[in-house]
């Protein structure tokens, strides 16, 4: 098996995959690359043999990979749901001697490192605020406050994944 042509011939049709699943482009590629990694390293390992169809494993792989990746993201989504709709984010709990959740950490974190303005429309949002409220009360347009809910309400999951491992 040439890997070399495998990936080259391959790769755009898996970053579509990627895209055409829900990723960004960034992510699909780096998706792309974890899946030809594994493949990789199971070819080395004897566990891919070179004589069978390589491409519907390849594929079968990168299908295995995205469902494990939308597990992970709707677990971590079901726990920033929880967090936003049961308490309230400007006082997350004291700490009182336990270590908050990794989705707790990541909305600190993303508080800490994103614009004000847009940590504040997404927290307004999460705590029952639609996007014509904001519109009324800051004169943003409503796509601003869709774009800062999806953008913060990303990144957190990110965080909390890249933070849960």
């Not at 098996?1 to 970053?15: G, I, R, T, W």
């Not at 984010?89 to 004000?116: F, H, Q, W």
């Not at 519109?135 to 957190?156: P, Q």
Request: charged letters at 30%.
């Amino acid at each position: 098996m040439n890997f070399e042509k495998l990936y080259s011939k391959k790769y755009k049709d898996l970053v579509g995959f990627g895209i055409v699943s829900g990723l960004q482009k960034q992510d699909a590629e780096d998706f792309v690359q974890g899946v030809f990694l594994e493949l990789y390293k199971k070819f080395l390992a004897g566990e891919v043999d070179a004589s069978q169809n390589v491409e519907a494993f390849l594929f079968r792989l990168a299908k295995w990979r995205m469902t494990d990746k939308f597990q992970q993201l709707s677990s971590a989504k079901i726990r920033f749901k929880e967090i936003g709709e049961f308490n309230d984010l400007d006082n997350l709990p004291a700490k009182d001697g336990r270590d908050y959740e990794p989705l707790e950490k990541a909305i600190l974190l993303a508080e800490k490192t994103t614009r004000p303005k847009t940590f504040r429309y997404w927290r307004e949002q999460i705590n029952g605020a639609n996007a014509y409220d904001l519109y009324k009360k800051y004169g943003i347009s409503r796509a601003t406050a869709y774009l800062a809910k999806s953008r913060v309400s990303k990144k957190i999951v990110e965080l909390a994944i890249n933070l849960d491992k």
